[in-house]
């Protein structure tokens, strides 16, 4: 008898622990979780307000610790961040949500609007490639590493990238009309002039078609 009070014992003062702690937490997670959802609500209110520096505030709200934790929080405050100009904040908080989600090329595409816009072309290469590692077909990453090459004027590696975003989208206006003119510069004026003539299909007053077509024409 004196065994089994003591093991009826042991286990009261165990359920007793478990609920003491286990319900708390559960609460506070209902409770966490239901502030997220308040702060991104307020967020997007004052998004619509063009508030976005407001906006950012709303998030931030919820406190460092919580914010780091949350992938959503992170990619939410680089985008709002972007918009209120803050182009540091906005680099920091995309590349926390990379931290948080490696795999996903959300937060890549995300962080190129400071990169571009901080006119940093070498960073942007390095994350286009990052891309198209996730997402090999992706057509915008190929044109848009061509577009860099192609304003170096390394024409044969543009070149390779803007092919590929013209197979994957063969009647796309960027990707023919800037195919074809790196196509021109490289001496190949055949495929220029039959890219130029696609291009005229698309918009047939082009301005930049025609004056490719000019400068083929005998």
Same mark, same amino acid.
């Given at each position: 008898?004196?065994? #089994? ?17 286990? #319900?708390?937490?559960? %609460? ?10 308040? %702060? /991104? ?9 063009? @508030? ?31 918009? %209120? ?9 995309? =590349? ?23 006119? @940093? ?22 044109? =848009? ?7 170096? =004027? ?16 063969? /009647? ?6 800037? #195919? *074809?003119?790196?196509?021109? /510069?490289? *001496?190949?004026?055949? @495929? ?9 299909? /698309? #918009?047939?007053? @082009?301005?930049?078609?025609?004056? *490719? ?6």
């Amino acid at each position: 008898m004196r065994s #089994t009070s003591i093991f009826h014992y042991i286990l009261a003062a165990f359920c007793f622990l478990w609920w003491s702690t286990a #319900t708390p937490v559960h %609460a506070q997670t209902s409770a966490s979780e239901e502030r997220i959802r308040e %702060a /991104f609500a307020e967020s997007y209110r004052l998004e619509s307000l063009q @508030d976005y520096t407001a906006a950012v505030k709303a998030l931030e709200a919820l406190g460092r610790e919580l914010v780091h934790l949350v992938y959503e929080a992170n990619l939410r405050l680089g985008w709002l961040c972007y918009k %209120a100009g803050d182009h540091d904040k906005s680099l920091m908080y995309y =590349q926390r949500a990379i931290t948080l989600q490696p795999l996903a090329t959300e937060p890549l595409w995300g962080l190129l609007l400071p990169v571009t816009a901080n006119e @940093d072309w070498v960073r942007a290469e390095s994350l286009y490639k990052a891309i198209l590692k996730q997402d090999h077909r992706n057509a915008t990453a190929h044109y =848009q590493l061509g577009l860099i090459y192609y304003y170096r =004027q390394n024409y044969p590696e543009a070149l390779k990238y803007l092919e590929v975003s013209l197979r994957l989208s063969p /009647f796309d206006y960027y990707s023919m009309l800037m #195919t *074809g003119w790196t196509q021109y /510069f490289l *001496g190949q004026k055949a @495929d220029a002039k039959v890219l130029f003539e696609r291009v005229l299909r /698309f #918009t047939p007053q @082009d301005a930049s078609a025609l004056e *490719g077509l000019k400068l083929l024409a005998p």
